[in-house]
């Protein structure tokens, strides 16, 4: 007997798509290949032939990230809002969608490749789920960006809140970062930490992927090293500062920095990164410090250029 979900998930197609070096934020690349899935699909569905006052741009196309136990899965949910205008089954209009997304096969210098496994969810949700390699690629892209500054905070904005636990995690980010430079565990380029430039002179790339072991079977890929749920909680965060911090609202950047500095210390007390951890897997401890350098670098912008306070680097 087929289940549930068998009958209710249609598995339709991987994609593969090129990214800047300069803005690596996945919500508005996915929402742009979907604008550019509705201007190839049949007329039922165009852009073209919406009602004037219902034209979509890709910022209005309903999409967000799952929750954290699938948190590299984003999920669109364009079909219901086309569904009542052209009187299709949301279901279809998905499958039509996905069907028509563009195939990109270009890649340059200044671009990456992202891959992504795509499914049909019924009702009629669409479902992006970012590959292992997909995930490594976006990882090193994001140390090696400098973030998007924006304005800065006025002072009652900032006296309102308390900024301290993310300055405690900035600063226990160059704290780990330069103890495993002293332990040769990594070689940064500088240990002031006053810049946003990429810290690790070695290794590079960051041993994001699990190459010591087998493929996996099932989706045929090396998988990710960082597998703990903390792990994966600082991840998802990361994710969302990226998609967040291109939205021009400044109040945003506190939040931004309260949801990392939790993520970052819950991973700090749950993933050892020296002693027996650099000693028995100097690579996953190489990976965890990866994490620790981009939750810094993201840290020091959001508070000393977006909010305007210090970013202490000693505890």
């Given at each position: 007997m087929e289940s549930k979900v068998a009958k209710n998930t249609s598995n339709c197609r991987s994609l593969s798509v090129n990214i800047s070096r300069n803005f690596i934020a996945i919500k508005p690349l996915l929402q742009q290949q979907l604008i550019a899935a509705m201007n190839l699909a049949g007329t039922d569905i165009a852009p073209a032939n919406l009602p004037s006052d219902l034209k979509l741009m890709s910022q209005m196309i309903p999409l967000h990230r799952l929750s954290d136990n699938a948190f590299a899965v984003y999920r669109c949910a364009i079909a219901f809002k086309l569904a009542p205008l052209w009187q299709l089954p949301a279901f279809d209009i998905a499958n039509q969608l996905v069907a028509c997304l563009p195939i990109n096969t270009q890649n340059t210098s200044n671009q990456i490749c992202l891959d992504f496994t795509i499914e049909v969810v019924f009702p009629g949700w669409i479902n992006f789920r970012l590959s292992s390699q997909g995930l490594a690629a976006w990882l090193q892209q994001s140390l090696q960006t400098s973030?998007?500054?924006?304005?800065?905070?006025?002072?009652?904005?900032?006296?309102?809140?308390?900024?301290?636990?993310?300055?405690?995690?900035?600063?226990?980010?160059?704290?780990?970062?330069?103890?495993?430079?002293?332990?040769?565990?990594?070689?940064?380029?500088?240990?002031?930490f006053k810049t946003l430039n990429y810290p690790f002179i070695e290794p590079h790339p960051i041993p994001w992927l699990d190459n010591d072991q087998q493929v996996n079977t099932t989706t045929g890929q090396v998988q990710l090293r960082l597998v703990h749920p903390a792990e994966q909680h600082l991840i998802a965060q990361l994710l969302d500062w990226q998609d967040a911090i291109n939205i021009q609202n400044q109040g945003s950047s506190i939040k931004l920095a309260s949801a990392l500095s939790k993520a970052f210390e819950t991973f700090y007390s749950s993933c050892r990164i020296l002693g027996e951890v650099k000693t028995n897997t100097p690579k996953l401890a190489q990976a965890r410090l990866g994490l620790v350098g981009l939750t810094q670098i993201i840290l020091r912008s959001l508070l000393q250029d977006q909010l305007g306070v210090p970013a202490p680097t000693e505890l």
């Open positions: 973030p998007n500054q924006r304005g800065q905070l006025d002072k009652n904005q900032k006296e309102a809140h308390n900024l301290f636990p993310a300055q405690y995690a900035h600063a226990r980010c160059c704290s780990l970062l330069r103890l495993a430079h002293q332990q040769d565990l990594i070689k940064l380029q500088d240990l002031s």
